[in-house]
Structures are given as C-alpha cells and as structure tokens.
C-alpha cells in the first residue's frame, strides 16, 4: 500500500537528515555535503523498497504443514466495506497535497516558461541562452537558460554571468529536479523542506568558491551580493540570488578551509543507513506498529514460559503427525465455519495471511496457542488464534508407537472480496 511506503519513507528522510546533515553543515566540502544531501533523499525513497527476511527456520521447514485454508471470503456487506476509515481519509489527504504541490510546479514553470520567451535572447560564450527583461528581476538560472534585466546585462554584466554559468556547468538544475520531485512526495514532511533549504544552500556555497577561485575580487563580489539579493524564488527549478542565505554565504567565503580529516565524518553514513534499513526497510509494518500493537511477543513469551515449565517433550517432526478428527477437509470446514472476519478489519480493509502455530498435546487437546507469523493486524491475529483454540481434540501425533505433544502450525488468510 502507498501510505506505508510514505510513511516509512519520511521517517527514513527524518533520521537520514538529523543524523548526517548536523555533521557537516558547517564545514567547506561542499561538493560532499552536496552528495550527502542527494544521497539522503534517494535512500529515503529506497529504503523502504528493500526486502529484508529473517531467512528460514529449518526447523519450521520441516514440518509438515495441514491442508492450506483457502482464503477466508466476506461476502455481500458492501455497506460496512464502502466506509471510510481514517487510513483511507489519511490517503485522500495526502493525495489532494501532492496533486495540489505538482499542480503549483507545472503553473510556475508554464508561466515563466510562457513569459522567457517574449523576452530577447542572446547566446553567450558557453552556449547558454541569455534571457534579457524589461522589467527589474533578481538574476536567476533555469536550466541552460541566464535571466537578468537589460540593466544588469549592461552594468554587471561579469558578476552574473560568472556566477550563473557556474550553476549551470554544476548541473544544480538536476538536484532542484529531485528535490522537486521528493517534496511532491514528501509534501507533509517538514525534513523534506529543511534539506531543500540545506541543498539550495549549498549550491550558492560551491558557485561562490569557483567565482572566486576565478580570481574575482571577494569584497567587490560580496557587495555585489549584498546590492542584489533580493526576491524571492521565482519557480522551483530555478536558481537565483536572493537574501535568504546571503549571510551565511559571506560568513563561509571568508571561512578556513576545513581540515581534509573532517571528512571522515562522512563515514557515520554507513551505520545511519544501516539502522534506517534494518528499522523502516520491506518487512518491518510501521503503519500497523502506529495503528495497533500486536499481543503477538506477549503470547509467544507466555508460550515459552509453559514449555519450559512442562516436563513431557514437545516434538516437531515424529513418526505419525497429529491428525484432526475427520481429516484435513474436516479441520477445513471447521475453521471456515467458525471464522467470523472481525467488522472492525472489514471497515479499515484490513487483510493478510497469519499463521497459527500450537501443541497438539498426546491427549489429542490443543495446546499454546500463538502466532507465528503475524498477518499484520492484531485484530485479525487474535480472530486466528480463537478459532485454533475452539478446536475439538485432534488424534495424537506418535512416535514409536506411543502418543507424544508434537508442535503444528496452520495457516489462515483474510481476504476482502
């Protein structure tokens, strides 16, 4: 489902973000922090799409399971199953954000786009367009495309050009187009935004090192700064100069090279990425871990306690398996006759696949009821073992002729229709 994958992929940014990104903000690797930034948005997003398994119990493999239970069906009662739960109200939420943020980018850029092309374009030495307006604009680049009023063209002309040509040779258009696409995404994540701050940051931190390792004068360019950051950003793909980081820019212009060592900080990458996958990676359900807590380490703590405490064995494999009274289409029919799809899973369309491990114990009665794998709602879990525990005595498991407690384990799907 969409909203676990967002979910998880948020708190993935979240930890990604506070972890990594304090430990160099500060420091001169710019093209580093860069990366590291990049690099924190795409793990986010792939993080969750990793698989991860326990591996396999061999010796739960080598039990012999009973009959796979069909998928357990709710018919009719469409009335229960068209309302709305909150995790459906949570999706419709989400979706209107991200259509309303996509639908803000296109208007932008289809609106500037639009207006750049009434203006008079010059090609300068590099092969970018120079886009000259009428009207008084904070410079800016978009893309291979250099927009400046005509008056900034004639009077600083050097300062802009240098600096916007640097920001199309770093390619930081492809960064605010994946940064872009992440805050689309991300919109409801605050993390998302603090790195877009971080990233546009950056780039004007690199762009102001090459301007100067150009030789251009560090005072002249800083007053040039100071004269010309003003405006807002005018679309999102789009870098321009303006006000927001202009203070920080000047403070690490005139700032010590950091020490080559420090780079070393950005090997805590490595632990960090590992700790978001093994947390928020395919195999962990953080939306059921938010909407409920499941009993199923409490009954399995419970489960051992009665074992250990038990003085006959409990055998896993024997010479004749445990056999419910009938067969396997009776122990079928059984449980399809008693399973009641709780409401409460109908209504927030909850579904999975949960199975029930237990003792048949040699008396024949069923025994340490819990669940082995969890279907990923309690609800549906708990519906699972009450239906195991109702069962009548099963015929005993032997070995060496005598009737012995043997481990089984069924397996029960919910499926809506």
């Known amino acids: ?85 909150w995790a459906d109200i949570m999706i ?57 009023s005509r008056d900034d063209y004639a009077n600083n002309r050097s300062f802009i050009l240098t600096h916007e040509q640097e920001h199309i040779r770093l390619r930081h258009y492809i960064d605010l187009i994946i940064l872009q696409v992440a805050t689309i995404i991300q919109w409801f994540n605050p993390f998302v935004w603090l790195i877009g701050k ?71 990458v490595i632990p960090v990425a590992t700790l978001a996958m093994s947390v928020f990676a395919n195999g962990t359900d953080v939306s059921n871990m938010a909407k409920e807590t499941t009993p199923t380490a409490a009954v399995l703590s419970t489960t051992n306690m009665q074992t250990q405490k038990s003085d006959t064995k409990v055998f896993t494999v024997v010479e004749e398996m445990p056999k419910f009274k009938g067969g396997e289409s009776a122990m079928m029919e059984f449980l399809m006759m008693n399973m009641k799809y709780p409401q409460t899973a109908v209504k927030a369309k909850q579904q999975g696949r949960a199975i029930v491990g237990f003792v048949v114990r040699k008396d024949g009665t069923v025994s340490d009821v819990h669940i082995t794998k969890s279907a990923g709602y309690a609800v549906l879990d708990e519906e699972a073992m009450r239906v195991v525990k109702a069962m009548p005595a099963w015929e005993p498991g032997k070995q060496k002729g005598k009737p012995v407690n043997v481990k089984y384990n069924v397996p029960i799907t919910f499926r809506l229709k």
């Open 92 to 148: 419709c939420i989400y979706i209107i954000g991200a259509v309303a943020i996509f639908l803000m980018t296109v208007v932008q850029t289809a609106s500037l786009i639009l207006r750049l092309r009434k203006c008079e374009h010059i090609t300068d030495n590099r092969g970018n367009t120079i886009v000259l307006t009428d009207c008084a604009t904070s410079p800016f680049c978009l893309f291979h495309y250099i927009v400046m």
């Open 1 to 85: 489902m969409i909203l676990p994958y967002i979910i998880k992929s948020a708190m993935a940014l979240a930890l990604l973000y506070t972890c990594i990104i304090p430990l160099l903000e500060k420091e001169t690797f710019h093209r580093l922090n860069r990366i590291l930034i990049l690099g924190c948005l795409i793990m986010s997003f792939t993080i969750p799409l990793v698989h991860i398994t326990g591996g396999t119990n061999p010796t739960v493999d080598m039990v012999r399971q009973a009959v796979q239970l069909p998928e357990v069906l709710i018919d009719g009662d469409a009335k229960e199953q068209s309302v709305w739960s």
């Open 198 to 268: 971080n990233l546009k940051a950056i780039h004007e931190f690199e762009v102001d090192e090459a301007v100067l390792n150009k030789g251009i004068n560090a005072t002249q360019y800083q007053q040039f700064l100071v004269v010309k950051a003003v405006g807002n950003r005018l679309q999102p793909f789009a870098n321009n100069l303006n006000k927001e980081s202009l203070k920080r820019r000047i403070i690490m212009m005139n700032q010590k090279r950091s020490n080559k060592w420090m780079m070393l900080k950005a090997l805590f």
